[in-house]
């Protein structure tokens, strides 16, 4: 069956220190894949998508995310965390133009001071 | 500027009583999710629409219904809420095509008292 692990559920950093979320997906062929972030009662928000344009891929407030086909990975990063980063991210993963979206169990980010 | 407006934020019901939440969009988008989100968990698709085509998922409770009476509007029924049924509720659009994310809107969080 398709599938999409977020291989962390609770990551911590220091403000100012790279940020590393992870996130495989389980299939014979590339999904379109996205990263989405949840800040507390909100809904979520599109941090970048991997359309297969280029593997590595820029997302708005600092992040990033590489595809690498090899390894069925699609991790994001962020070179220097801020405390407002602070939420719930998603790894999402859609096969086909009718498929859903599948999403990843979700990875809680705490940013101390 | 909101491009998929859920109303309201906040629904108190009473157990067993019908509730109804709604989700409009000003994208033209030919698909409209409903999923339910829990606690510290990733969102459940309920239901989608692909224009007028409803397509239920499997472990959807037939407590839960939908109706999309034109491309803007979607409601999500609940016949007889259950203590289970609190959550948050978000509503999601998306264009055809593999490649296109979707747009969530800031979701409902119901209370079941």
């Known amino acids: 069956a398709q599938s999409v692990t977020q291989l962390d559920s609770h990551v911590s950093v220091s403000e100012g220190t790279p940020v590393l979320l992870r996130c495989n997906y389980s299939?014979?062929?590339?999904?379109?894949l996205f990263w989405y972030v949840q800040h507390p009662n909100k809904g979520l928000q599109l941090l970048l998508k991997y359309t297969s344009a280029a593997t590595l891929v820029k997302g708005i407030n600092g992040f990033e995310a590489e595809f690498k086909k090899s390894e069925t990975s699609f991790h994001l990063t962020k070179p220097s965390a801020h405390m407002s980063d602070a939420a719930e991210y998603f790894c999402v993963v859609r096969w086909g133009s009718q498929g859903n979206l599948i999403f990843g169990k979700g990875t809680k980010l705490s940013v101390k001071p | 500027d909101a491009m998929v407006i859920q109303n309201p934020r906040y629904q108190v019901t009473q157990f067993g009583k019908p509730v109804t939440l709604s989700c409009s969009q000003t994208?033209?988008?030919?698909?409209m999710y409903w999923y339910q989100q829990k606690s510290s968990q990733a969102p459940k698709l309920l239901f989608h629409?692909?224009?007028?085509?409803?397509?239920n998922e499997a472990d959807t409770p037939d407590n839960f219904q939908s109706r999309r009476p034109n491309t803007s509007f979607c409601f999500l029924d609940i016949r007889s809420p259950g203590l289970g049924d609190a959550a948050m509720y978000l509503c999601?659009?998306?264009?055809?095509?593999?490649?296109?994310?979707?747009?969530f809107g800031q979701g409902t969080r119901l209370t079941v008292v």
């Open positions: 299939s014979s062929y590339s999904p379109s």
């Open positions: 994208l033209n988008h030919n698909v």
């Open positions: 629409y692909y224009d007028k085509d409803f397509n």
């Open positions: 999601a659009t998306s264009a055809r095509g593999e490649n296109t994310e979707a747009f």
